[in-house]
T-cell receptor
């Protein structure tokens, strides 16, 4: 990966459970974003958190950012089968470059 | 709403051939990005353009070149193709305003297969 690691690499849960994915990065950032990708499809933006923010919510999504540890987490609550996808964190470095992490494959079983 | 349009969606080439991928950003977006995603890999940043000028460069091979035209569409040219160039190539666009969202809007990708 150009940026860092995601943890776990794969996650399998039952519908209704919560899913937590973690991401670490290496450089100073302007903001950190989470994207979702269904197999072989384009990436869809989920949520953005700025470097001066610590937590952000959007619907069933909750993102935290710890710039001292260079890490972020994405929590999806009350998961649904339709949440099955790959999830990537990406850091916007100062300039104009969005760098992706390695991704977590989430499978939600109904 | 209009999205990012990429063409062609699928492309099959032989080794050492040349390929050109096209990207039409969302209207009024001023920034275009190109990414390469191999099977099971994360998207790798290749290059970006802001207002038709190259703004950032990533792991783009010297065999590849890209440009953004006056109508803001962009083309990625790939020459002397190698088997390892087989991948999904994504284009994304955004509207860069300092201090506001850095959200990127991605196209559905162009799948290149090199035989």
């Amino acid at each position: 990966s150009q940026q860092g690691e995601e943890d776990p690499q794969a996650l399998s849960i039952q519908e209704g459970e919560n899913a937590t994915m973690n991401c670490s990065y290496k450089t100073s950032i302007n903001n950190l974003q989470w994207y979702r990708q269904n197999s072989g499809r384009g990436l869809v933006h989920l949520i953005l958190i700025r470097s001066n923010e610590r937590e952000k919510h959007s619907g069933r999504l909750r993102v935290t950012l710890d710039t001292s540890k260079k890490s972020s987490s994405l929590l999806i609550t009350a998961s649904r089968a339709a949440d099955t996808a790959s999830y990537f964190c990406a850091t916007m470095e100062y300039g104009n470059k969005l760098v992706f992490g390695a991704g977590t494959i989430l499978r939600v079983k109904s | 709403a209009a999205g990012v349009i990429q063409s062609p969606r699928h492309l099959i080439k032989e080794k050492r051939e040349t390929a050109t991928l096209k990207c039409y950003p969302i209207p009024r977006h001023d920034t275009v990005y190109w990414y390469q995603q191999g099977p099971g890999q994360d998207p790798q940043f290749l290059i970006s353009f802001y207002e038709k000028m190259q703004s950032d460069k990533g792991s783009i091979p010297d065999r590849f070149s890209a440009q953004q035209f006056s109508d803001y569409h962009s083309e990625l040219n790939m020459s002397s193709l190698e088997l390892g160039d087989s991948a999904l190539y994504f284009c994304a666009s955004s509207f860069l305003i300092v201090g506001l969202s850095g959200e990127l809007f991605f196209g559905e990708g162009s799948r290149l297969t090199v035989l």
